[in-house]
């Protein structure tokens, strides 16, 4: 069965901290890797990833894949108050796209 | 604001009842996928339409069913409703017929099983 794990279910940092969000998947007939924010609303897109080794960057957030080892992390420097929320890791195949079931990161002033 | 809208917001309605919610995507996208969030299973893949074709379906239950229509909007119907079906239901749209793009959620309804 497809699944998507992620870790940890909970992170608790204080500003200014750098994190790694992990996601591990197992998804039949694997395409791409994507991450979203999710802050007591909607999720929000972040990145998707196809290609093994290729970092994506926005600002402070980066992202890589590792498809040979079905793995993804996120990583999230000098964090802010304002990067406080859910993230999500989701790895699609050709019919479906299995979300994890998410980091919560709280970022403390 | 992602431009895709979903009504209504909230719902409370009681067991054994029927409701529909109703998704519109983004302008110019023609897929639009169906989501449910609860806290003990997380986001879960419902149902996807493209182009007014149901293109593919996840783990949705017999009692769940959906369509989308020419101007592409799309309903989900809920019927026989169980207590357990108190969740949050994300529609989200993109352009594209596969999952390999990026989706743009809505804001969700909030449906209570009372």
Redo the contacts between chains.
């Keep these: 069965e497809d699944k998507v794990v992620q870790s940890p279910l909970s992170l608790v940092v204080h500003e200014g901290d750098t994190v790694t969000l992990n996601c591990s998947y197992e998804v039949t007939n694997f395409r791409s890797l994507l991450w979203y924010k999710q802050e007591k609303k909607a999720p929000t897109f972040l990145f998707m990833l196809t290609s093994s080794g290729i970092e994506k960057k926005s600002g402070r957030l980066s992202s890589i894949l590792d498809k040979k080892e079905l793995f993804s992390i996120l990583n999230i420097t000098a964090t802010q108050t304002g990067d406080s929320a859910v993230y999500l890791c989701a790895g699609s195949g050709s019919e479906k796209l299995v979300f994890g079931k998410g980091t919560k990161l709280t970022v403390n002033p | 604001d992602?431009g895709?809208t979903q009504t209504p917001k909230h719902l409370i309605t009681a067991t054994g009842q029927r409701v529909t919610l109703r998704c519109s995507p983004r302008s110019g996208d023609l897929s639009v996928?169906w989501y449910q969030q609860s806290l003990d299973q997380?986001?879960?893949?419902l149902i996807q339409y493209y182009n007014g074709e149901e293109?593919?379906?996840?783990n949705i239950l017999e009692r769940f069913s959906a369509q989308q229509f020419p101007d592409l909007h799309s309903e989900l119907n809920l019927s026989s409703l169980e207590l357990g079906d108190s969740a949050l239901y994300?529609c989200a749209s993109s352009v594209a017929p596969?999952?390999?793009?990026?989706?743009?959620?809505?804001?969700?309804t909030r449906l209570t099983v009372t």
């Excluded at chain 2, 293109?55 to 996840?58: N, P």
């Excluded at chain 2, 596969?98 to 969700?108: L, S, V, W």
Aim: net charge positive; charged share 15%; hydrophobic share 30%.
């Design positions: 992602s895709v996928y997380g986001l879960q893949f293109r593919a379906k996840g994300f596969t999952f390999t793009y990026e989706q743009y959620f809505g804001p969700g």
